[in-house]
């Protein structure tokens, strides 16, 4: 069975960087596009971006200049980072695995405050 | 972008109700959406995918239909644990795109 677990601070300045990791456990990371999706408080699911195996990645257009998705397979852990955050960039981080057109499996979803 | 728009935003509803939720996609999407059910604190949870293939372990009280533009999330006697918030989804292309939510609260 497939599990992801995540990890990160909750808290970040404003303009610092996010960062959220996410270790994957039970799958090959070949098998997967591994994403990332946001919810902010009491909100909606946005898309942030995925990386696959082979090094590609696509970002969604409205955080594209500050995302980095990066993958590290010698330790099956993959990272969000979000640079220059505000306020509405406070929201639930969920890491997640995209194979076959199906977002599944999740983890458990990261609360990320941007606040001084 | 394709964007997606589901209604209603929520609905009261007992249970033993059917409850019918819609999702529109602005281009046609063949079958490429997806069901989600979201509950208080926790990740949105994969109920549905192709448009109407159910996800191993959900309840065959759940179904999904449609194709294109159009699709509806069927839920036929609604139960306790289902009072929760939906999500749809397209996985036509990307960056894939959700609906706003549908909220389904006790009547």
């Known amino acids: 069975q497939v599990h992801l677990q995540q990890s990160g601070p909750g808290l970040v300045k404003p303009s610092e960087t996010l960062s959220v990791t996410c270790t994957v456990s039970g799958a090959s990371v070949s098998s997967y596009y591994w994403s990332w999706i946001r919810q902010p408080p009491g909100k909606g699911l946005e898309w942030i971006g995925y990386?696959?195996?082979?090094?590609?990645?696509s970002y969604s257009p409205s955080l594209k200049s500050r995302v980095t998705i990066s993958l590290d397979t010698s330790k099956t852990q993959f990272s969000l980072k979000l640079s220059s955050v505000t306020a509405a960039d406070t929201a639930v981080y969920y890491c997640?695995?995209?194979?076959?057109?199906?977002?599944?499996?999740w983890g458990q979803g990261t609360l990320v405050t941007v606040s001084s | 972008d394709i964007q997606m728009t589901q209604s209603p935003s929520s609905v009261s509803a007992s249970v033993g109700d059917r409850v019918t939720i819609t999702c529109r996609a602005s281009?046609?999407?063949?079958?490429?959406l997806a069901w989600f059910q979201q509950k208080p604190g926790k990740a949105p949870k994969l109920l549905i995918n192709d448009a109407s293939s159910l996800q191993s372990g959900v309840p065959s009280r759940f179904s999904g239909s449609g194709s294109e533009t159009d699709f509806t999330l069927t839920i036929s006697s609604l139960q306790p644990e289902d009072f929760a918030t939906y999500y749809c989804q397209q996985a036509n292309s990307f960056p894939l795109t959700f609906g706003g939510g549908t909220k389904v609260e006790i009547k």
């Open positions: 990386i696959h195996y082979s090094g590609s990645t």
């Open positions: 997640v695995g995209y194979t076959n057109r199906r977002l599944d499996p």
């Open positions: 281009l046609g999407i063949s079958t490429w």
